[in-house]
């Protein structure tokens, strides 16, 4: 059974910097695609960055690159989300995301097929 839980997100001033963790258990970095989606109140659910299963570069949308990083630690079977320079239209909820065995990068929604259940992160101005 696969499982996506989250944490880090909460209230920053724009210009800081949070960073999110999302422990995953059922679903192993070096066999599956991860990402991070955003959704904003009354917004569909976006594309942030991913990172695939065998390494290489991850993809960012023009809106974060730069200033936000994906990463994982294998050991810890831990995804995190560095995100500096936050600014009030990031402000949303973040979710976790994990592609079917050895798919590629994705960026839509659909292409993920597990999810967390999302953490609020909220940039002031």
């Known amino acids: 059974q696969v499982q996506l839980v989250e944490s880090g997100g909460g209230l920053v001033k724009a210009g800081g910097s949070l960073r999110l963790s999302c422990v995953a258990s059922?679903?192993?970095?070096?066999?599956?695609?991860m990402g991070w989606f955003r959704q904003a109140p009354g917004e569909e659910r976006e594309f942030v960055a991913a990172?695939?299963?065998?390494?290489?570069?991850?993809a960012y949308p023009d809106s974060v690159k730069g200033r936000f990083a994906i990463s994982r630690d294998t050991a810890k079977n831990t995804l995190y989300l560095q995100m500096n320079s936050l600014n009030p239209e990031d402000t949303a909820v973040y979710y976790c995301?994990?592609?079917?065995?050895?798919?590629?990068?994705?960026?839509?929604?659909?292409?993920?097929?597990?999810w967390g259940q999302g953490t609020q992160v909220t940039v002031s101005s």
């Open positions: 990172i695939v299963w065998s390494g290489g570069s991850p």
């Open positions: 059922g679903v192993t970095f070096s066999r599956h695609t």
């Open positions: 995301a994990a592609r079917g065995r050895l798919a590629g990068l994705g960026q839509a929604v659909t292409d993920y097929t597990y």
